[in-house]
């Protein structure tokens, strides 16, 4: 097989390991080595590699229908857009499906287009993709430099400072697009009651609330949706990674008026929402529904927190559920991510400090006390 650099494109850098199997959160490299697989396809497979519901699913549907495109409704769309229905709890939501984050936020943008306003507001170190759309509103200046111009009129409020809010968002502003963690920052979470003060504000001069559940939707925080925990309804919530339990699948969902603003014609995708990635996350919305499955997340979560803050070297460990940043004393986050490659653990160096995790929601008391031992030993090898 030819090397990697003589394949692809720059843009990843060259990965050090070729993952050629797994199994829940384990996964075999091509030497042969078994890894934790911590990092989850960076939050994306919920129920972690060839899950049996999973891999059921996706043969059925595979052999029953492939794919119909936009011309016709399938029933796992249709089953699929009923559930994330009532999971929002809110009859006015309807649903965009597409492949990706990204396309999920550009969904978003063009609805508030037609709105008639233009003006988005968006946060400092925000993540919200990288297409065009999606990186204008990306708070990221080293990840959009290199592609100015972006669509204009996008301003950024410091994530967390409700005292910017009355000042930015105006009756001139189409959206506000927040996260309710900001993941790839690294696990950054705002002063409770940030996303209500937002709410209250987009109530007041009549803009769209986008929640940006890419990263935090699905269970991954122990909640079905990140904004959950502040009692909101959005306006738009955006979905991807763990939606298709692995598979590649986006939503976008408007409630009330922005339910309604696209027109036939307005928009699509020919992949979005196909009958194989839906049947998939059918399959995983049923596995997250089992009793205390998502209250399992949540203690978890604490526990990461709890065990892991008291480690030598570590900070804070901060999140919820199972989307947690472990914030080192040092500067040393990927000699540190390096050292639990060593020792068999896969996670990644948020930013140069930080350490994110985002395991499969299946991963086991037994997973987070061996994490925990090698992140403990790791800490003390790179001190
Ligand atoms: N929004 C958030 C919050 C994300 O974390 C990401 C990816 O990390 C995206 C959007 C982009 O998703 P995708 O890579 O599927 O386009």
């Known amino acids: 097989m030819r090397e990697w650099n003589e394949l692809f494109m720059a843009n990843y850098g060259t990965p050090r390991l070729t993952l050629v199997s797994g199994s829940g959160n384990k996964v075999i490299d091509s030497q042969g080595n078994e890894y934790l697989d911590f990092l989850g396809g960076i939050a994306t497979n919920i129920l972690g590699h060839a899950h049996p519901a999973i891999i059921e699913a996706v043969t059925k549907q595979i052999g029953e229908l492939t794919h119909v495109s936009n011309f016709y409704a399938h029933p796992k769309g249709l089953q699929l857009a009923e559930e994330l229905q009532q999971l929002v709890g809110v009859t006015s ?3 965009f499906f597409c492949n990706s984050g990204a396309e999920a936020n550009e969904a978003a943008l063009k609805i508030s287009r037609l709105t008639g306003r233009k003006r988005i507001v968006a946060f400092t170190n925000s993540f919200h993709g990288r297409t065009m759309g999606a990186l204008s509103m990306t708070g990221q200046s080293s990840k959009r430099a290199p592609f100015l111009p972006l669509i204009p009129d996008i301003k ?3 994530f967390g400072d409700d005292r910017a809010l009355k000042r930015g968002i105006t009756k001139r502003t189409a959206m506000v697009i927040v996260e309710p963690i900001q993941g790839e920052a690294g696990v950054i979470l705002p002063p409770q009651g940030f996303l209500r003060k937002i709410r209250e504000r987009c109530d007041e001069t009549g803009t769209l609330m986008t929640v940006d559940e890419v990263q935090t939707g699905m269970g991954r925080t122990g909640e079905w949706f990140g904004y959950q925990r502040e009692g909101i309804i959005p306006d738009i919530i955006t979905l991807a990674k763990g939606l298709g339990g692995g598979l590649p699948l986006g939503a976008t969902i408007g409630i009330g008026k922005a339910a309604g603003l696209f027109q036939a014609g307005s928009h699509g995708s020919t992949f979005g ?7 998939a996350a059918l399959a995983a919305i049923r596995v997250l529904r089992e009793e205390n499955f998502l209250k399992r997340v949540r203690l978890l979560g604490e526990r990461l927190k709890t065990d892991g803050s008291s480690i030598a070297g570590v900070r804070e460990v901060r999140g919820e559920g199972l989307l947690i940043g472990i914030e080192l004393e040092a500067a040393n986050a990927q000699a540190v991510a390096q050292a639990l490659e060593q020792r068999k653990v896969l996670v990644n160096a948020a930013n140069p400090s930080t350490i994110r995790i985002a395991p499969a929601l299946v991963t086991s008391g037994v997973d987070v006390e061996r994490f ?12």
């Open 156 to 158: 950024f409020l410091p």
């Open 372 to 383: 925990l031992g090698c992140l403990e030993e790791s800490v003390g090898q790179v001190r």
């Open 273 to 279: 929402g196909n009958p194989t990635s839906a049947a």
């Open 93 to 95: 939501a309807r649903t």
